[in-house]
């Protein structure tokens, strides 16, 4: 099942761009977190669309409603399972992508798939629309973490090779990845933010659009997460990561930097920390060694590639005649999806971590 992730903690992701309404269920997980809704909605709204020119126009409350789950204020550790209602829609616009599939988007493989038998409105279940749900989700395990000492916070690494101020990778604090999530920009320097709007303008003006990367850390996190081989923090993070419409590349600390480097300066060496805690001097390797948390802050990028959805005459194949013809995309379409990813990535980590956690130690941990 292509919708349906996890193993201590399953989640299940369902709807269509342009349907009735998204949603998650999330079996397994555990009862007793305190359920505050005001820190779940900032987080929906962190994600939501159409505040801003960097964003679609297209503006949706993206107000969860909660059908099961939960019982006076506390999470009841039966499924949980969320709604959330599509109410700006304009399926008008897509009504020519069964026959000329969009350049870089799923429009052909999906209709391959499920034999154009699926939704292709808006993208159907392939649209970052989906991304809703999954931020819910991610919110959910961030207060199950948070009761762990474990938080988890992103910044806008690039948009367009601007490059923003990277985390410290041995020394990222909760205070700085807090500061982040209150910013309507998740980005360290405020001049790359100046320079990476402007780039966003330019493209949106052009009826194009840019790319970018984000940074993500999760510190708090105990050693001894995560398994070898076939079953690694790395594999479990990236296989959530990668459901995310548009991450083309998933890098861990030095990631492909380490292609360049000695194995003298690639390798952190243990010592200890002035609790007495083992540590690493140096964290090229983001937190994780043999697919098993060490103790250090994880550290990962996700690459994003510009949204395929331009304005720009393009040219496609037109699958009723069998000739290339000339097309032109219509709708409200995001010229950067960075600037909102940095929640989506932060809540795909909460959930692969949780559900690493939950293995690891079960509903509670003796501290």
């Known amino acids: 099942m292509g919708s349906v992730w996890g193993n201590a903690l399953k989640i299940s992701v369902f709807g269509e761009s342009h349907g009735n309404g998204i949603g998650v269920v999330l079996d397994g997980f555990p009862a007793g977190v305190p359920f505050d809704e005001n820190f779940v909605l900032s987080e929906m709204d962190r994600r939501a669309p159409g505040k801003n020119k960097q964003s679609t126009t297209r503006r949706e409350a993206d107000l969860p409603r909660i059908l099961s789950g939960t019982y006076n204020g506390f999470t009841a550790g039966t499924p949980v399972c969320a709604i959330i209602e599509n109410t700006d829609t304009r399926s008008g616009d897509y009504k020519d992508f069964t026959s000329q599939p969009r350049p870089g988007h799923a429009d052909y493989t999906g209709a391959l798939r499920y034999h154009s038998f699926n939704d292709p409105r808006g993208g159907g279940h392939f649209s970052g629309r989906l991304t809703a749900p999954l931020v819910f989700a991610g919110a959910l395990c961030k207060l199950f973490l948070k009761s762990k000492g474990v938080s988890i916070g992103a910044h806008i690494q690039s948009i367009a090779q601007i490059q923003d101020m990277p985390f410290d990778d041995t020394a990222v604090t909760v205070d700085e990845i807090e500061a982040l999530r209150l910013q309507p920009y998740p980005v360290r320097n405020p001049r790359a933010e100046e320079a990476m ?75 200890l920390d002035a609790s007495g805690a083992v540590r690493t001097e140096t964290n090229n390797n983001g937190g994780v060694l043999g697919g098993i948390t060490n103790g250090m802050p994880l550290l990962f990028r996700v690459a994003i590639k510009p949204t395929p959805s331009i304005s720009h005459r393009q040219e496609t194949l037109d699958l009723s005649s069998g000739k290339v013809t000339p097309f032109t995309v219509k709708g409200r379409h995001d010229p950067c999806i960075v600037t909102r990813a940095a929640p989506v990535v932060e809540a795909a980590c909460a959930v692969a971590l949780t559900d690493l956690y939950l293995e690891g130690y079960g509903y509670a941990r003796s501290e």
Do not use: Q, W, Y
């Open 197 to 271: 709007l402007a780039a966003i303008e330019e493209a949106r003006l052009d009826g194009d659009s840019v790319g970018g990367v984000i940074e993500c850390a999760a510190v708090g996190l105990p050693a001894g997460l995560g398994s070898p081989m076939l079953d690694t923090v790395e594999g479990r993070l990236s296989s959530l990561l990668f459901a995310v419409p548009a991450v083309k590349g998933v890098e861990f600390g030095a990631g492909f930097g380490f292609a360049g480097l000695r194995g003298s300066h690639a390798n952190d060496p243990f010592c």
